[in-house]
């Protein structure tokens, strides 16, 4: 009698759920690439649209949000050469959901996210998708999302939302103190002052911006009969420091938008980059809003003036 030898199968670790990608995603933190499938997140696979990876090779010159474009781009590639990767850049798309147009990105992307839940739901189990738990679609695109749901309503496997991470709480304070200039502002700025008295009913934080309203600049010179922000003010102890538009770190000014107005918010986080009294600069805004491009210039600057030893990019 010949004996039998009968080999016990390993258990395989179960799988987590599909995470599919949404441009803004991507560039919002292109950090989640690896978040959502590493760590306690290993069970996951990460899918990468291949109208995402267009999108990304579209913006990875321009100015504001090339950097992470660039970033998330380096990342994917890196994670889609690593043995047994657990990120996919899918390239197979399906427009049998009614309402789909071939020719929009946004409906391209949702088209992917059709094909992919076909292939989980298949028997196949040499197909990628096979056995995974759900499709987690993940957009910050509010418009996307109200389309997304309704075009996978029929889904129960699909769910749509938008990328959950760790962060500072976001204050969003629409409180900018403003202050109306008369005549006699008018005249001390001719004189060649730098700082104007603060009206101490402003209760300001030191460091903390008022807008300036006014009809003329911060030399006093006249420059029309409304009364708007020509220049700001920032709280340096009982005085309010002015700043002008035209202030540079490392050569490089705020930039205006498209109808030509100043961004103060840029203007008064160039001035604080520029003190070497500031110990720490926090800046808080969206994708594109210079938050990046402005720390460099001010790292750069203070390196040069040998106000630091070394720049730190994390």
């Known amino acids: 009698m010949s004996d039998m030898i009968v080999k016990k199968e390993e258990p395989q670790t179960p799988k987590g759920n599909i995470i599919v990608f949404d441009t803004c995603v991507v560039i919002d933190d292109p950090e989640s690439v690896d978040t959502v499938r590493i760590g306690e997140n290993a069970n996951n696979l990460a899918v990468i649209p291949w109208q995402v990876m267009l999108e990304l090779d579209k913006m990875k010159t321009r100015p504001g949000v090339g950097h992470e474009a660039r970033e998330a781009v380096r990342r ?25 147009d071939k020719s929009l990105s946004d409906h391209q992307i949702m088209a992917t996210v059709v094909h992919i839940s076909k292939k989980i739901n298949s028997n196949d189990k040499k197909n990628p998708y096979f056995g995974y738990k759900k499709i987690k679609f993940l957009t910050n695109d509010e418009i996307l999302q109200a389309l997304s749901e309704v075009v996978f309503r029929q889904n129960p496997n699909i769910l749509i939302e938008p990328l959950l991470k760790n962060q500072v709480k976001e204050v969003e304070d629409k409180s900018t ?13 001719e004189k060649g002052v730098t700082r104007l008295p603060l009206d101490k009913k402003l209760n300001l934080k030191e460091n903390e911006m008022v807008m300036f309203l006014s009809n003329f600049n911060a030399c006093g010179k006249i420059v029309g009969d409304a009364f708007k922000t020509h220049f700001i003010g920032i709280k340096k102890g009982n005085q309010l420091e002015i700043i002008k538009p035209d202030i540079k770190v490392f050569s490089q000014a705020a930039l205006n938008d498209e109808d030509g107005k100043t961004n103060w918010g840029q203007v008064a986080a160039i001035h604080m ?42």
């Open 76 to 100: 994917i590639r890196k994670a889609s050469k690593e043995p047994n990767s657990n990120l996919i850049i899918e390239n197979q798309v399906s427009f049998s959901c009614g309402g789909l």
């Open 177 to 189: 103190k403003k202050v109306r200039l008369g005549e006699k502002d008018r005249k001390e700025l």
């Open 273 to 314: 980059l520029k003190d070497p009294e500031i110990k720490a600069v926090f800046l808080q805004g969206g994708a594109g809003s210079g938050k990046t491009f402005l720390a460099l210039a001010g790292g750069l600057e203070a390196k040069k003036d040998k106000n630091c030893k070394k720049i730190v990019i994390m």
